[in-house]
């Protein structure tokens, strides 16, 4: 019966939903008994199964939290604001690969459905994951509103929640974008390419977003899926993806975003009309994204070694 127990417990650690709550509850308890820096290396020890240590970054999630407390730049605070980041594309010479605004709000009451296609997306520009595909048939509009207007009031650079500064000042607005038709079948299929001082060394690809979300990790040149698991569960090997047709025409636009940026993350989509930026990321999963075997962690984060100069202490100001 005790090892029966020990393995529910080692399988429910080990589901993304199950783990996020327990982290949740985990910085709760500790979050007024220990300072910023304690309380970091303390939760994602926790939630990621070593120790986890700020001054001493080895790891892919462990840089990306030094970051968070050592470095700051007004480049990544632009493009972390997904309206204004389209702007930043179009001076760089990438318009053609941005998706249509077709309106921004202050908040959801502004909204005039008549002014919308029937088929669009409702996003937040300065958040995670508030992303609502809209189709006037049949979408509950006074939910997808309501869910906006909450996450108008999150702060993603507040230190109670991410403590991403990249985030801290963006206004809120709500946005419309035009849909996206997949490359191939009805799942629009996104890559995400990180890039270490111009050149994408690895990424993960999300698809199945509307069941059961799934993530394939891979290496771009050349386009090679591995077995390595990133959060999420790998899709079974008949639904793993394929190298898109575009994808050619991806990793350039990749190159040409990356080359601005000693690290960035780029999300990109395979569509009907070729590849299309998604946006830009800088704080991959807030540095708490496990990877099995954990050894890829340590692997991943060798490559922050050239792009940033990690020297003494981490500020804890």
């Excluded at 386009?223 to 990133?230: A, D, G, H, S, V």
């Excluded at 994204?289 to 981490?314: R, S």
């Amino acid at each position: 019966m005790e090892k029966r127990s020990s393995w529910i417990l080692n399988h429910l650690s080990d589901n993304t939903l199950f783990s996020r709550i327990q982290c949740k509850l985990f910085f709760k308890k500790w979050a007024d008994k220990l300072d910023e820096i304690s309380l970091t290396n303390k939760v994602h020890s926790k939630c990621l199964h070593y120790k986890f240590d700020l001054n001493n970054p080895r790891t892919f999630n462990e840089y990306l939290c030094w970051l968070k407390f050592n470095y700051h730049n007004d480049l990544w605070c632009r493009c972390a604001d997904k309206i204004e980041v389209k702007q930043f594309l179009k001076e760089i010479g990438l318009e053609k690969y941005v998706p249509k605004t077709l309106a921004v709000y202050n908040c959801s009451k502004e909204i005039n459905l008549d002014n919308l296609p029937n088929k669009f997306i409702l996003k937040t520009n300065h958040d995670s994951g508030s992303i609502y595909r809209c189709d006037k048939s049949h979408s509950d509009f006074t939910h997808i509103f309501n869910s906006l207007d909450v996450s108008l009031r999150k702060d993603y650079s507040s230190k109670d929640i991410n403590h991403e500064w990249v985030y801290e000042n963006i206004v809120p607005k709500i946005f419309a974008e035009e849909i996206l038709i997949p490359e191939s079948g009805n799942d629009l299929i996104d890559y995400k390419f990180f890039c270490f001082n111009g050149k994408p060394k690895f990424g993960f690809i999300g698809q199945e977003r509307a069941k059961n979300i799934k993530f394939t990790v891979f290496y771009p040149e050349p386009f090679t899926l591995t077995k390595i698991r990133y959060i999420y569960l790998r899709p079974k090997n008949k639904n793993r993806p394929c190298k898109p047709k575009c994808y050619d025409e991806m990793l350039d636009v990749v190159k040409k975003v990356a080359s601005h940026f000693s690290f960035v993350r780029v999300d990109m989509y395979a569509t009907s009309q070729g590849p299309r930026i998604g946006e830009l990321t800088f704080f991959s999963q807030s540095g708490n994204g496990k990877f099995t075997p954990t050894k890829y962690d340590f692997k991943f984060g060798e490559y922050f070694k050239d792009c940033f100069a990690i020297k003494g202490k981490v500020n804890n100001n």
